[in-house]
């Protein structure tokens, strides 16, 4: 514990938090730096003997290179990180559980109440993953279908279906957040009065009893 809060300052948090984002920035931006389609469509349009300016469908498929979705953002950027952190929870569950199946000496505290937190926090965010994975995943693997099995039929139902489940993932993490973590709720439920209900936000018990872990 005391380790974590002289590795993770708020200085340090800023700036992982910010370095996330301008990588995001750059990775999403990368077709508009010349990773897409637009080549072939010029040489396709030239070899039909047209002229002028080439007519580009406005479909993803046909302007976003495949090679880039999926060698470039499936294969560097979504696939490792989540194996990587599917790993890295699977470590800190057995840690977790290690600690509260430790016999407690009457010297050493409560750390039943201290790991039973940590363990539903654990949870919280193995959740927040699972639903990540289960939104993503679909999409990624059908954009693999288009590249190395180009004559495979994909229904269209299907892909509507995936491009949904992508855009549904950043509304599902707030209601995560807030029906599995006290603190997220509290403030969720203070932006709400203030700012919606033009009222101030009744007081809140920040600190309510402490679950128990198998909850």
């Not at 984002?21 to 080549?39: A, Q």
């Not at 039909?48 to 999926?70: A, D, H, L, R, T």
């Amino acid at each position: 514990m005391i380790r974590y809060k002289t590795v993770v300052t708020p200085r340090r948090a800023v700036v992982a938090i910010v370095g996330c984002w301008i990588l995001s920035f750059v990775v999403g931006l990368t077709p508009m730096f010349g990773w897409n389609n637009l080549s072939a469509v010029e040489r396709a349009w030239l070899a039909n003997g047209s002229v002028g300016e080439p007519v580009i469908k406005c479909q993803f498929e046909k302007v976003i290179s495949m090679e880039y979705m999926v060698y470039f953002n499936f294969f560097v950027w979504v696939l490792p990180p989540l194996l990587l952190m599917v790993l890295i929870y699977l470590e800190v569950f057995y840690l977790i559980r290690k600690q509260l199946n430790k016999k407690v000496s009457a010297s050493s505290g409560d750390p039943q109440k201290y790991y039973g937190k940590e363990l539903k926090i654990a949870k919280s965010l193995a959740l927040i993953l699972f639903l990540f994975a289960l939104s993503w995943l679909p999409l990624h693997i059908l954009n693999c279908i288009t590249l190395f099995c180009p004559s495979c039929h994909k229904p269209r139902l299907l892909m509507y279906i995936a491009i949904f489940l992508t855009h549904g993932n950043s509304a599902m993490n707030p209601i995560v957040y807030a029906f599995r973590i006290q603190k997220f709720r509290v403030t969720f439920l203070k932006i709400w009065n203030d700012h919606f209900r033009c009222q101030p936000a009744p007081p809140i018990d920040e600190d309510p009893p402490e679950e128990r872990p198998d909850d």
